[in-house]
């Protein structure tokens, strides 16, 4: 009964689904797909659906295994939190694409302060990391919502996946006509 490693994987919360990506994960490993997922949705009931939590699976040669979860990972809160469905192409140097606030950052922190890695960190440490997330996306942090990003609140969140979607597809069309001429 000895512990065959440790794997993270990103797995929706409330919501998941025997599917192919996680049948990929769990297969060679022995785990049943069924048990994991009624395990996982059983302990994220109170988790919104489909929101992307990181699942650290620690399985063990008699084909039992234990997980830890964690919040999403701090782009996804910081693109949400900006409505954007994807960070700047461009870095640091391009003109912000987004706005948060130090409030929302604050909240951000807070959350992310719950992480099994993170318990003890000061949250002042970890709002000056995701300023540094933040500034790598695009994202402008500010005490207030700039002008030119107040319309962003009319924007439904639930929207945001759709439309990373709709980005992904249109990218892909774009290479795929470049590599015919």
């Known amino acids: 009964m000895s512990v065959v490693g440790r794997f993270r994987l990103f797995v929706p919360g409330a919501t998941a689904k025997p599917a192919p990506k996680l049948g990929q994960a ?21 988790v919104r659906p489909e929101v992307p939590l990181q699942c650290t699976l620690v399985p063990r ?20 939190c900006a409505r954007l469905p994807k960070g700047s192409d461009f870095g640091q140097g391009a003109p912000p694409v987004g706005n948060v606030t130090l409030k929302e950052l604050f909240h951000i922190a807070k959350a992310k302060s719950m992480d099994p ?4 960190v000061p949250v002042r440490t970890i ?21 030119e990003f107040s319309k962003r609140n009319d924007q439904p969140v639930e929207g945001l996946e759709e439309k990373r979607k709709q980005l992904r597809l249109l990218n892909k069309a774009q290479k795929k006509g470049k590599g015919k001429k």
């Open 61 to 80: 040669s008699d084909r039992t295994y234990k997980f830890f979860l964690r919040t999403p990972e701090s782009p996804w809160f910081l693109l949400r």
């Open 127 to 147: 709002c000056l990391a995701l300023m540094r997330s933040a500034k790598q996306m695009g994202i402008k942090i500010s005490r207030e919502l700039e002008p």
């Open 117 to 120: 890695q993170l318990i003890g």
């Open 26 to 46: 769990l297969g060679p490993l022995g785990i049943n797909m069924m048990t994991f997922c009624k395990d996982f949705n059983a302990r994220t009931t109170k």
